[in-house]
């Protein structure tokens, strides 16, 4: 069975660029990598997801290597609005949302 | 403009007393998801519909169970809550997972307290 493993929580400062970083091993070959951002009493909103190498759209970069064992997720300058739990989702067997990043940002 | 609707948002029941959660999409999405959540854990997958076929993990204890009637609404029944159902129960929709994209579009959550 998959499993997955992220960072508890990690802080940065407005303006900065984070990189999330989540290990996966023995996903599904064929699915997509996910993520999401979640605030507290909210439903998960998508972010960006990406198969392999690099991906980008107007929030967020995702790079996935080769080997498909872990993924990073890119926030460029970042703001306070950002604070949040980021997660990954893999597939392998079974749906696997990771165990969550919180993210701290301050001015 | 909401796209998945959950009703109610906050939902109090008694221990051992069955309960429902509903929820609907505009989406016209194949596949909908009922997740469970924890204070400060991860969504947990308890089962999905890809239209009408129904798929339930492994580790979901029978005392979920979910109808889809159509391919607008989901509900979710609780049989006989226990205090440790207490939780935030998240609706998802997604477009047709066959080509391994897993974009899910979720609800604001309903949160169940059983008391």
């Known amino acids: 069975l998959a499993k997955t493993t992220q960072p508890i929580s990690m802080d940065s400062y407005e303006g900065q660029e984070v990189n999330i970083t989540c290990s996966h091993n023995?996903?599904?070959?064929?699915?997509?990598i996910t993520w999401y951002q979640q605030f507290p009493s909210q439903g998960p909103r998508f972010i960006i997801q990406?198969?392999?190498t690099k991906v980008t759209n107007e929030v967020a970069s995702l790079f996935i290597p080769a080997d498909r064992k872990s993924s990073t997720l890119s926030l460029p300058r970042v703001s306070l609005s950002d604070t949040a739990v980021y997660y990954c989702?893999?597939?392998?067997?079974?749906?696997?949302f990771g165990s969550g990043t919180r993210l701290s940002i301050r001015p | 403009d909401a796209m998945v609707i959950q009703n109610p948002r906050y939902q109090v029941t008694q221990f051992g007393k069955p309960v429902t959660l509903s929820c609907s999409q505009t989406?016209?999405?194949?596949?909908m998801y009922w997740y469970q959540q924890k204070s400060s854990q991860a969504p947990k997958l308890l089962f999905h519909?890809?239209?009408?076929?129904?798929?339930n993990e492994a580790d979901t204890p029978d005392n979920f169970q979910s109808r889809r009637p159509n391919t607008s609404f989901c509900f979710l029944d609780i049989r006989s809550p226990g205090l440790g159902d207490a939780a935030m129960y998240l609706c998802?929709?997604?477009?047709?997972?066959?080509?391994?994209?897993?974009?899910?579009?979720f609800g604001p959550g309903t949160r169940l307290t059983v008391t």
């Open positions: 998802a929709t997604s477009r047709d997972t066959r080509q391994g994209s897993y974009e899910q579009y």
């Open positions: 023995n996903i599904a070959t064929n699915d997509y």
């Open positions: 990406g198969y392999k």
């Open positions: 989702l893999v597939v392998a067997s079974k749906i696997i």
């Open positions: 989406l016209n999405h194949n596949v």
């Open positions: 519909y890809y239209d009408k076929d129904f798929n």
